[in-house]
């Protein structure tokens, strides 16, 4: 019998155990560049997120903590996947089917991203699938977990592929008609995290359009154009460049873009995210109709994460792609409805290059 020597791809390793007693892993992804990436069962979490630059120097570029405890406590939502709702629902309720539902209020009147114990606060179960470098988490939210109606089977799978893609995609089913909007909280930072803030990093987004929000961050049920305003991103921008026109206090970006959506359906570029320093370059694409661009404006310094280092303000930014924040409560937004019989599938990539690679490419789609 010849030995066979398969390559393992994923490794699993014990992260800790929740005060309930419930243990938590880690698997981490290796492609065959050696790019990295380390997913908890707690929130179904991306802890680490190791990168090359333009010389191939990995660093990594996911904000997050070294150990499970400060997961446990943390309000910041670092890495994990957001759910049911993610974003803000106002004042922590809306109507369905001519019945009004009370959601958990953890933000001021409103429920954010969830509520008191989101998907981010649950150990997830975990299939690991060998071989083809994915790791897929599931959960049972129960009927009026959090005030939300029905059971909902959620879950998420992340692959690392070859191409230094994280591709994310999520699936949801219920039992009774519900809202659902699930998405991943990382907080990028292309130079390394930790090492600085993200002003310097340059965005394009593929959005006209964006919803603008109240001083709570509610949607005002508008649609705007990104034109003339610090939101407008069509050509790309540094980050810095517009912080106190964004405004918010403390200023900066908390925004949902309107994302031109594909009409087949499929993920399409969103955004392009370029740190001018180390040549990372990252890419979003996704099927969902909007995108949070949260440029970390709450980070005070207070949070201690992996390597002992604060992140201050700025220190990362999330790109939360989405359905509309309060759509439950909006006629005019896209509907997060879903209801018994039908599949939530939505998928969300997040491509990883280098600024010489990404110039290759440019050259490569104009010969095509
Ligand atoms: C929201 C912010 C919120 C943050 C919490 C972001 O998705 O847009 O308003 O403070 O999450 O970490």
Same mark, same amino acid.
């Given at each position: 019998?010849?030995?066979?020597?398969?390559?393992?791809?994923?490794?699993? #390793?014990?992260?800790?155990?929740?005060?309930?007693?419930?243990?938590?892993?880690?698997?981490?992804? +290796?492609?065959?560049?050696?790019?990295?990436?380390?997913?908890? =069962?707690?929130?179904?979490?991306?802890?680490?997120?190791?990168?090359?630059?333009? /010389?191939?120097?990995?660093? /990594?570029?996911?904000?997050? @903590?070294?150990?499970?405890?400060? !997961?446990?406590?943390?309000?910041?939502?670092?890495?994990?996947?957001?759910?049911?709702?993610?974003?803000?629902?106002?004042?922590?309720?809306?109507?369905?089917?001519?019945?009004?539902?009370?959601?958990?209020? &953890?933000?001021?009147? &409103?429920?954010?991203?969830?509520?008191?114990?989101?998907?981010?606060?649950?150990?997830?179960?975990?299939?690991?699938?060998?071989?083809?470098?994915?790791?897929?988490? *599931?959960?049972? *939210?129960?009927?009026?977990?959090?005030?939300?109606?029905?059971?909902?089977?959620?879950?998420?799978?992340?692959?690392?592929? /070859? *191409?230094?893609?994280?591709?994310?995609?999520?699936?949801?089913?219920?039992?009774?008609?519900?809202?659902?909007?699930? +998405? &991943?909280?990382? !907080?990028? &930072?292309?130079?390394?995290?930790?090492?600085?803030?993200?002003?310097?990093?340059?965005?394009?987004?593929?959005?006209?359009?964006? +919803?603008?929000? %109240?001083?709570?961050?509610?949607?005002?049920?508008?649609?705007?154009?990104?034109?003339? =305003?610090?939101?407008?991103?069509?050509?790309?921008?540094?980050?810095? #460049?517009?912080?106190?026109?964004?405004?918010? /206090?403390?200023?900066?970006?908390?925004?949902?873009?309107?994302?031109? +959506?594909?009409?087949?359906?499929?993920? =399409?570029?969103?955004?392009?995210?370029?740190?001018?320093?180390?040549?990372?370059?990252?890419?979003?694409?996704?099927?969902?109709?909007?995108?949070?661009?949260?440029?970390?404006?709450?980070? %005070?310094?207070?949070?201690?994460?992996?390597?002992?280092?604060?992140?201050?303000?700025?220190?990362?930014?999330?790109?939360?792609?989405?359905? @509309?924040?309060?759509?439950?409560?909006? *006629?005019?937004?896209?509907? #997060?409805?879903?209801?018994?019989?039908?599949?939530?599938?939505?998928?969300?990539?997040?491509?990883?290059?280098?600024?010489?690679? #990404?110039?290759?490419?440019?050259?490569?789609?104009?010969?095509?």
């Amino acid at each position: 019998m010849t030995a066979m020597t398969t390559k393992t791809k994923i490794k699993t #390793a014990p992260f800790g155990i929740t005060p309930d007693g419930e243990p938590v892993e880690l698997h981490t992804l +290796t492609n065959n560049s050696g790019m990295q990436l380390s997913l908890s =069962s707690y929130g179904a979490t991306i802890t680490r997120l190791l990168v090359p630059d333009r /010389d191939g120097k990995l660093a /990594d570029v996911a904000l997050g @903590f070294d150990s499970l405890s400060p !997961y446990l406590t943390s309000k910041i939502y670092l890495g994990c996947t957001v759910g049911r709702f993610a974003n803000r629902i106002a004042q922590g309720r809306f109507t369905l089917n001519g019945k009004t539902f009370r959601l958990a209020r &953890n933000d001021g009147t &409103n429920s954010l991203h969830g509520g008191l114990k989101g998907f981010d606060k649950r150990v997830w179960k975990t299939r690991v699938m060998p071989g083809q470098t994915s790791v897929r988490f *599931s959960l049972r *939210s129960p009927d009026g977990e959090e005030g939300y109606p029905g059971n909902l089977d959620a879950s998420v799978t992340f692959t690392l592929t /070859d *191409s230094n893609e994280v591709r994310i995609s999520y699936q949801a089913k219920t039992d009774r008609p519900t809202v659902v909007s699930l +998405t &991943n909280h990382t !907080y990028f &930072n292309l130079t390394g995290a930790g090492r600085g803030d993200i002003l310097n990093h340059v965005l394009c987004v593929r959005a006209d359009r964006y +919803t603008p929000a %109240d001083e709570r961050l509610i949607p005002t049920g508008k649609i705007l154009p990104v034109a003339g =305003s610090a939101l407008d991103f069509r050509k790309p921008a540094p980050v810095g #460049a517009r912080l106190r026109q964004a405004g918010g /206090d403390p200023a900066g970006y908390d925004h949902n873009f309107v994302l031109k +959506t594909s009409a087949s359906g499929k993920p =399409s570029l969103a955004a392009t995210l370029t740190e001018p320093g180390s040549g990372r370059v990252m890419k979003v694409f996704t099927d969902q109709p909007g995108m949070q661009f949260y440029s970390g404006n709450f980070l %005070d310094g207070k949070t201690v994460g992996k390597g002992a280092k604060a992140y201050q303000r700025h220190a990362g930014l999330c790109l939360e792609t989405q359905r @509309f924040p309060d759509a439950p409560n909006q *006629s005019r937004f896209p509907s #997060a409805v879903l209801r018994p019989g039908e599949t939530y599938r939505t998928t969300t990539i997040f491509k990883f290059l280098s600024l010489p690679q #990404a110039r290759n490419n440019k050259n490569k789609r104009r010969n095509d």
